[in-house]
């Protein structure tokens, strides 16, 4: 292991959190148990409790029902594809990878900077659900991307991808390795752009797991699998919560869950992938390539998974997205507090013009 991968960076915060790489955290108490310090800004008491026994909380109308449209009319557009003409869903090209084929499968559009995006995530609502689940206020939004999922048939058929005995699955998985007694501390979120429905698939998760996971841990062999979980499903039942267009759904990394496939005959699911976590203020590296995606509408690094797009990159697509005083801070672009930086040229006043 390189000695980049085991540096651990202090968060911008007031509760010492540590990451590597602004992704999972090495927390002093386990986000389930946090004792909050500062007053609730959109989580209700009961909200909080969900939060803290099954893993998840739903923040309904996270964004207004029209701004979670015009992100589903842009997925659309963006990958070329007519939602009155399902002919149209299924393009056929060429795969860079196996892992573009999954992604294809999946759902995934390649799109991370356009304005509407950016609107989701320096939407103030949003900022303070994750500002209630980490309790502090110093936050980086990740540079993610959305999913448009018609039903999985022809080249988007689940039966594509060869299925595995351990580690990932798509229909039920940890987010962190599960099996070290302080797992790290990680949390995920999206934002419904359609409403939900059985037959559509989306999100499922197993939040009787969560509840009793320790117990659970404790009846496991010693070599378990420490990202896929292996439950009796009538004793840890399977949960799809219901979402509506313009809904917030945050889960725990150590809550297992995955996306049922569509199954309908004709409908589509669509989510934009949004969370937030401690500012890395001190992972100058870090926060430089963070700026320099926006700055350029390039592919985020964090995650290898992310690809951009195949056929025609944003940077050629349109402007890339002005940023709100709380936009800056959530990027990385202007300091939460106390220090300043060397900025690219040019940066700021992009800010500033907004």
């Known amino acids: 292991m390189s000695t980049a991968e085991t540096t651990l960076y202090r968060s911008a915060t007031p509760v010492p959190y540590l990451s590597a790489d602004a992704d999972t955290y090495r927390a002093p108490t386990q986000l389930r148990h946090l004792t909050k310090s500062l007053p609730s800004r959109v989580l209700s008491e009961a909200d909080l409790h969900c939060w803290r026994t099954y893993g998840y909380v739903i923040v309904r109308q996270a964004i207004s029902t029209a701004a979670a449209k015009r992100l589903l009319d842009f997925a659309w557009d963006f990958q070329g594809l007519d939602p009155e003409r399902p002919q149209t869903w299924y393009p056929q090209r060429e795969f860079r990878s196996e892992l573009d084929r999954d992604l294809h499968v999946y759902g995934f559009v390649e799109a991370y900077h356009h304005q509407l995006i950016w609107d989701s995530r320096q939407n103030p609502r949003v900022y303070d659900a994750f500002v209630d689940v980490w309790d502090c206020e110093q936050l980086w939004v990740t540079l993610d991307r959305l999913n448009l999922n018609p039903p999985n048939v022809g080249n988007r058929s689940r039966s594509l991808i060869a299925p595995t005995e351990r580690g990932f699955d798509i229909e039920l998985h940890w ?16 934002i419904a752009l359609t409403d939900t429905s059985p037959e559509l698939g989306g999100f499922q998760c197993c939040p009787e797991l969560f509840r009793r996971f320790e117990k659970w841990c404790a009846t496991q062999p010693a070599h378990r699998d420490p990202i896929r979980p292996d439950v009796d499903r009538t004793e840890f039942p399977i949960v799809r919560p219901q979402l509506a267009a313009g809904d917030l759904l945050i889960w725990n990394g150590m809550l297992a869950h995955g996306v049922a496939p569509n199954t309908s005959a004709d409908g589509v699911r669509a989510v934009q992938y949004l969370s937030m976590m401690p500012a890395l203020e001190s992972h100058e590296e870090l926060r430089r390539s963070r ?64």
């Open 175 to 190: 987010d962190v390795d599960s099996t070290p007694a302080e797992p790290p501390q990680r949390v995920q979120g999206l």
């Open 291 to 354: 700026v320099d995606s926006w700055r350029t509408l390039s592919t985020p690094d964090w995650n290898p998974t992310l690809l951009g797009d195949a056929i025609k990159p944003e940077a050629e697509r349109y402007r890339g997205a002005q940023l709100t005083e709380l936009g800056a801070r959530l990027l990385g672009l202007e300091p939460w507090a106390g220090h300043e930086w060397d900025r690219v040229d040019g940066d700021v006043a992009c800010v500033r013009s907004a």
